[in-house]
């Protein structure tokens, strides 16, 4: 069966020092279905910067709220993260990575050795064969938490 026909679900989770936050939802070929919302607190004893205990945290209020999956995605805190719109020349596009490290480095407040970066081309060059490169960048450290907390929770 092709997959375009089938639901999939979509689960997205989120926290800080004082709440954990679940979106289960279902995308259909009709749109995205919220099935269920979830603000749990998190208890005062326990470090959310502590990828085994909030691992846990989250494991046992999926399944208590019987959210069954292996798969999610996090968002990563929009004060954690480096959002930069660069406009560099795409017209070769195997040099595309090493520019977007060389000019990202120069933006970045910690060295671009500690970060993980990534970046998307817009769709449109100018007359130059210039275009706008949309380039994010997050601490490795801040990262490998979080697959570490996923981990924890058996995502």
């Known amino acids: ?5 089938r639901q999939r679900r979509i689960v997205a989770i989120d926290w800080d020092a004082h709440t954990l936050r679940v979106v289960d939802a279902m995308h259909t070929k009709r749109g995205v279905q919220i099935e269920k919302l979830l603000a749990v607190a ?3 004893e326990l470090d959310p910067c502590d ?3 909030m691992g846990r945290h989250i494991r046992r209020t999926l399944d208590q709220e019987e959210i069954t999956t292996r798969y999610a995605v996090v968002d990563v805190p929009r004060d954690q993260a480096i959002l930069k719109t660069l406009n560099l020349p795409i017209a070769q596009q195997e040099e595309l990575p090493g520019m977007v490290e060389i000019q990202i480095a120069k933006e970045l407040p910690f060295p671009v050795a500690e970060a993980v ?4 081309v817009a769709p449109r060059a100018d007359e130059a064969g210039a275009g706008d490169v ?3 960048a997050v601490r490795r450290e801040q ?3 979080i697959e570490a ?6 995502l």
């Open 1 to 5: 069966m092709s997959t375009r026909n």
């Open 134 to 136: 949309l380039v994010g």
């Open 117 to 120: 970066v990534d970046f998307a």
């Open 51 to 53: 990828p085994a205990a």
């Open 149 to 154: 907390t996923f981990e924890a929770a058996g």
């Open 143 to 145: 990262l490998e938490q």
């Open 42 to 44: 998190i208890p005062p």
